[in-house]
């Protein structure tokens, strides 16, 4: 027998748990299902999250698996491989996991998240998350006052040089792959209000001395002192599952994220999306935030399903 869930929750991350909580202390049979791959991964500490700050992300999902079990939700460490409507009710899905396991579920949440691609420039990967940044909410204040470097990417990268001049004065902005004319005459004039340095030519690669980050070094040969580069990584939304349901999608700079409404709902009944899954930008206080609203929603719709099945009986 395939077993039945009130909902499954793909994704366990800080959305994922936070509604995870929600749903078991409502009493609903919950499963969530993780791959183990949060986003956050290379960080040492995840900062600006009230009460958590600087806590390492780590023991932060660490602590809110203790906490979902306490209203006995499981947590099965796996991959959801495929999501279909059906099953033992018409408004069920199938839900397919990686090891050949499947369950029912009457509810989803999709917290899956996205991935983090990197510029292909020698060093920026392995030293991502520590001296090569690129959220200054995040990490902005751990590294106040250093030199940084901001690689460019994209004229968008224009805006990320103006962010972290907050936090340093001695800020250089490497163009890269951004041609000399395509900032506009608005950039330059901010950038040189900003006090940001333009630097033009492509970077070549990073000086690492005693494991730590010096300098950039661009391809005519010459090396500029920094200790913090900021970079813009290129977001890839975990989707899949979403387009596989038929959820209607919509594309911006950073992606291709679903339409949902203030709660997460998803344009397929019964799928809700929170945390980075629904956009670049949610942070874990925010994703915590979205998973506790679309558990709140689903508990709702939940009762109001079955109070309607009980009066058609």
Not at 189 to 207: H, I, K, M, Q, S
Request: glycine share 12%.
């Amino acid at each position: 027998m395939t077993e039945q869930y009130s909902v499954v929750v793909v994704g366990g991350g800080a959305a994922g748990l936070s509604a995870a909580l929600v749903l078991g202390r409502a009493r609903h049979r919950t499963l969530v299902v993780d791959a183990g791959e949060p986003r956050n991964a290379p960080a040492a500490h995840m900062q600006g999250y009230l009460t958590r700050d600087g806590m390492p992300p780590a023991e932060f999902l660490a602590i809110g698996r203790e906490e979902i079990a306490r209203y006995g939700v499981e947590f099965a460490r796996g991959r959801v491989v495929e999501v279909a409507k059906g099953g033992a009710e018409e408004e069920d899905f199938l839900v397919g996991l990686a090891d050949g396991r499947s369950v029912r579920a009457r509810r989803l949440v999709v917290a899956t998240g996205l991935k983090d691609e990197l510029p292909a420039v020698p060093g920026v990967a392995e030293r991502f998350g520590r001296d090569v940044l690129h959220c200054p909410f995040c990490h902005g204040w751990e590294v106040r006052d250093q030199p940084f470097g901001v690689l460019g990417t994209s004229p968008n990268s224009v805006h990320q040089a103006l962010m972290v001049s907050q936090w340093s004065k001695d800020v250089r902005f490497f163009l890269h792959t951004v041609a000399e004319e395509e900032l506009s005459d608005d950039d330059l004039r901010r950038l040189a209000a900003a006090g940001v340095d333009v630097v033009p030519g492509e970077v070549a690669g990073l000086v690492v001395e005693d494991d730590r980050l010096t300098g950039v070094r661009l391809t005519d040969g010459t090396t500029h002192a920094r200790s913090v580069l900021f970079v813009a990584p290129h977001a890839v939304p975990r989707n899949g599952l979403l387009e596989q349901l038929g959820a209607e999608l919509h594309e911006t700079p950073f992606g291709s994220y679903p339409v949902v409404d203030p709660t997460g709902l998803t344009t397929v009944p019964g799928v809700w999306a929170a945390g980075n899954a629904i956009g670049f930008a949610e942070q874990v206080v925010h994703a915590a935030s979205g998973g506790y609203r679309a558990a709140s929603a689903i508990v709702g719709d939940l009762l109001m399903s079955d109070l309607d099945a009980a009066v058609r009986v």
